[in-house]
């Protein structure tokens, strides 16, 4: 049988109602201005004076009243994070890490989506300014010129992903694209391939451009011969990398190999070429780009170059932190490095052809009689 809950009396939810800081006080034993700066997170409060507020606050089920604490304090403690696309599995991941560690700072955090969408865009702002954040991070991998001088202006701290502007209050989170498709473009060239494509991201996005560059260059350092032919843009969705994938099958010069600016990009290339009868790897090499969850369980699972989401929310919320704890005459550090890494999968092998695998057809050991 079932356990009944407890039921809430009238008396408990009003005095539940009643409760306030006086009462925190008055059963830690300490001074209201004490429970205050606990609850706002001064440092100076005498940790084990704080651990035993923090008890009393749970023990009783006391909610501080934001608020309220923003219009004593002067402080919202509160980030603001910025996504292009919430569809995309990347960006959840990003929002997940990005929370986790702002609210081990004490920080809450308002997520806006613009979706590529200049009204929405200006809606995000409006959110922003509304709730006093106290630092934006802007992972749109572009910059926004309305956002940047509407929250600059108000000297809202900023980090931009990949490029931003010289301004006081803004740092930037280098990604080193080249490192891991250079280690991408050497896999699949150490495998024997020489005809290798492409799927960009849109080219008005920094890092699309980047991404490109950065596999052009590694094909000229494997003295693979750059053809513009074989780098076809996409638009970072899955619908974009089957449409692309049309565009490859349809060339007279196959690929035997295609490299994707993004995961969702690769997750399309691999639905076309199920569809169009083809395997992979067998009839062409796939690798994507961000390392997404699900990049582990597609069919065959796929070969990624890895940008740590996590890696990227830390350098936000540390930068951010950064600025509001920094004074204006100092100057916090600017630059981030963000590291990618080639994680290899199922989804990349010889060409068709090409190359034996020595270790498929190397001859059984005889029998000794």
């Not at 809950?5 to 009003?14: D, E, F, N, V």
């Not at 023990?59 to 309220?68: E, I, K, S, V």
């Not at 451009?209 to 094909?219: E, G, I, N, V």
Request: glycine share 6%.
């Amino acid at each position: 049988m079932a356990e009944k809950k407890p039921k809430t009396t009238r008396a408990a939810r009003k005095t539940s109602e009643r409760m306030d800081i006086r009462t925190i006080a008055t059963a830690a034993n300490v001074s209201i201005a004490t429970v205050s700066r606990t609850i706002n997170r001064v440092p100076t409060v005498n940790p084990k004076i704080a651990k035993r507020v923090w008890e009393v606050i749970d023990r009783l089920d006391y909610f501080p009243n934001t608020q309220a604490r923003a219009l004593v304090s002067g402080r919202s403690r509160i980030f603001g994070l910025i996504v292009s696309e919430i569809t995309n599995p990347f960006f959840p991941e990003l929002i997940q890490g990005f929370e986790d560690i702002a609210v081990e700072h004490g920080y809450e955090i308002l997520v806006s989506s613009t979706n590529y969408d200049p009204q929405r865009m200006t809606h995000c702002i409006r959110r922003m300014l509304e709730r006093k954040v106290e630092g934006v991070a802007i992972m749109t991998f572009g910059i926004e010129e309305p956002l940047l001088e509407q929250l600059a202006s108000r000297n809202v701290p900023l980090v931009f992903i990949d490029v931003g502007p010289e301004r006081p209050g803004i740092s930037i989170l280098k990604v080193d694209y080249q490192h891991g498709i250079r280690q991408g473009v050497q896999h699949l060239a150490a495998l024997g391939h020489r005809r290798i494509s492409f799927i960009s991201g849109p080219k008005r996005l920094h890092s699309a451009q980047s991404r490109a560059a950065a596999f052009s260059a590694a094909l000229q350092e494997c003295g693979i011969a750059v053809d513009a032919s074989t780098i076809i843009e996409g638009d970072h969705t899955m619908e974009g990398g089957i449409a692309a994938t049309e565009k490859l099958l349809a060339a007279k010069n196959r690929p035997t190999a295609v490299m994707c600016s993004n995961d969702m990009t690769a997750i399309g290339v691999l639905h076309k070429l199920y569809r169009a009868g083809l395997r992979v790897p067998d009839d062409l090499s796939v690798i994507g780009f961000d390392d997404i969850h699900i990049a582990q369980v597609t069919i065959p699972p796929l070969t990624t170059i890895q940008m740590s989401r996590f890696d990227i929310a830390r350098a936000a919320v540390t930068a951010l932190r950064n600025h509001v704890a920094h004074s204006s005459d100092s100057h916090p550090q600017r630059e981030y490095n963000i590291e990618t890494s080639l994680i290899v999968r199922e989804s990349t092998g010889f060409p068709h052809g090409a190359m034996t695998d020595l270790r498929k057809t190397r001859p059984k050991p005889a029998i000794k009689r």
